[in-house]
């Protein structure tokens, strides 16, 4: 038998493979099954530690920071105008913004989701409604970074047209939806000129031309490798009701003087309102909010119509955590507003810039808010 030098209590494994089989104990010694526990414990909490660490294919929004577009971003003004006489403007105007726990880019773990699960201010969506499946963290930052240049713009012509300061605006032809009443007239590349004889100077010159022929065929001339192309198409009902062309359109301005947007670290469409407002007041003598809080989100079109986001409940939520009274919200957004207003919170339904800028003015002015839009009411 082979002797062993291990300490007390423990048992060397070559003693156990030299042991007589019918004289060894089955039963780990009294320090060998605390050892035994030790381990296992050890064990587990590894495990346990390995799979809390996972991500999980979930997406939690949370309230996020709000930007005074009125203010400064770091030593940047956000807003800042050269070529033509501005008026720096007083008061809150705040673009608000939701802070995204999951993705590709910053993936969400089961402690993650199960406090925003205990979290009312906080909401989990499968991570598929977020991201399309295969979308990269590389992707995600791309789509954000032109979302928000396309915003940014949208806000400058909205705001100046608002103004009825002159602008050019080229409409070019970037694709086709799929089935398209256009196909096989109208290709990508091309340049709209006109249509029904209207020179196209915007995006909302087709809408009412396609809306008051109510589905008639329309004379369309475009611009091909400059030469002029005349087709005619009949428009279709898109699912929200509108005769469309069935095009993709992209924008292509000319700013009689410049407007710079400084923002870091934040994209995707849903500022362009708050931006629009806030180059609105910047163009205009006085103060718009008459040094009032103002916070608010939505997407905007060169027209100055007022689109649907995302989080708009989170949005809120931080809107009033920053101080705001009032919120600008988009009428598409009503279904997700009601319910979720946090208390001290006024929340006005807007359907363009034009609205919003009435909402804001009507405050500014010390006048009462009572009877502006909400939704709850028209």
């Known amino acids: 038998m082979l002797t062993s030098s291990s300490p007390e209590g423990s048992v060397d494994p070559r003693q156990m493979l030299d042991a007589d089989p019918s004289s060894a104990s089955t039963e780990p010694s009294g320090g060998n099954r605390y ?3 030790v381990v296992s414990g050890l064990l587990a909490l590894g495990l346990g530690g390995a799979a809390v660490a996972l991500p999980v294919p979930y997406v939690v929004e949370s309230a996020g920071p709000t ?3 009125l203010g400064q971003d770091g030593d940047k003004p956000v807003i800042s105008i050269t070529g033509r006489e501005s008026f720096p403007a007083k008061g809150n105007l705040d673009l608000t913004t939701v802070v995204m726990t999951g993705g590709p880019k910053t993936p969400a773990t089961i402690v993650d989701v199960f406090r925003a699960w205990l979290d009312s201010s906080k909401a989990i969506y499968p991570e598929e409604m977020i ?3 295969g979308t990269t963290a590389e992707q995600t ?3 954000g970074e032109i979302a928000m240049e396309t915003s940014q713009e949208n806000a400058v012509a909205a ?4 103004l009825d300061i002159p602008f050019e ?3 070019t032809v970037a694709g086709l939806s799929d089935p398209s009443p256009s196909a096989g007239k109208i290709q990508e590349g091309d340049l709209l000129v006109s249509i029904n004889g209207k020179p196209v100077t915007s995006m909302g010159v087709i809408q009412a031309e396609l809306a008051a022929g109510a589905g008639a065929p329309a004379v369309v001339v475009v611009d091909r490798d400059g030469t002029a192309v005349t087709e005619t198409v ?7 009701g509108r005769y469309v062309l069935g095009v993709l359109l992209a924008s292509d301005f000319t700013f009689p003087f410049e407007v710079k947007i400084s923002l870091e670290n934040v994209g995707g469409p849903s500022a362009g309102m708050m931006f629009a407002l806030g180059i609105l007041d910047n163009l205009s003598p006085g103060d718009l909010t008459g040094g009032k809080h103002v916070a608010g989100t939505g997407t905007i079109t060169a027209d100055g119509a007022v689109g649907g986001i995302g989080g708009i409940a989170q949005k809120m939520i931080g809107a009033r955590q920053h101080g705001a009274t009032m919120f600008l919200a988009p009428a598409a957004n009503c279904a997700d507003v009601v319910g979720h207003v946090p208390e001290g919170l006024q929340v006005v339904k807007v359907e363009t810039l034009a609205d919003a800028a009435a909402a804001v003015e009507r405050l500014g002015s010390g006048q009462s808010t ?3 839009p909400t939704c709850t009411n028209n």
Do not use: C, D, I, S
């Open 35 to 37: 050892m035994l526990m």
């Open 67 to 69: 930007f005074n577009t």
């Open 131 to 133: 991201y399309p499946k």
């Open 141 to 143: 930052v791309q789509q």
């Open 159 to 162: 705001a100046l047209r608002e």
């Open 169 to 171: 605006q080229r409409l």
């Open 234 to 240: 009949t428009p279709t009902k898109n699912p929200a």
């Open 370 to 372: 009572e009877g502006l």
